[in-house]
């Protein structure tokens, strides 16, 4: 089974590529003391999908009308998201408010990220 799925990965990679656009993961790392930290950021390139929510989706509370829903490929991607991330997309960094990996079989296809700027 997990031969499938690893094909779905390559479809939605595939499907990625040809419709989406480069962008970044941005992220932030702490080091040095805690009363002195030093926060440096690791721009990490990646392949996106920008797409608005449906109006339905939209409740004003848990998402908003500025939000985007946004499918970052795993194709080269050499890092794990995590909610901390930024995502660069169209030249705008959205903080990630949800973050849910499309992961049958404990493989992940692709992430699926709710930005809020």
Not at 15 to 27: K, L, S
Not at 51 to 79: C, N, Q
Request: aromatic share 8%.
């Amino acid at each position: 089974m997990a031969g499938f799925y690893e094909e779905m990965r390559e479809v939605a990679e595939e499907m990625i590529a040809e419709f989406g656009t480069t962008g970044t993961i941005r992220r932030s790392v702490k080091t040095g003391p805690d009363y002195d930290p030093e926060i440096t950021e690791t721009d990490y390139a990646c392949t996106l999908v920008t797409l608005e929510y449906d109006d339905r989706d939209i409740d004003g509370t848990l998402v908003l009308s500025t939000d985007k829903k946004i499918y970052v490929s795993t194709h080269g991607l050499s890092i794990t998201l995590e909610k901390s991330d930024r995502v660069i997309a169209d030249g705008k960094a959205y903080a990630i408010e949800r973050l849910k990996p499309l992961s049958p079989a404990g493989i992940v296809v692709f992430w699926e990220v709710q930005g809020r700027r």
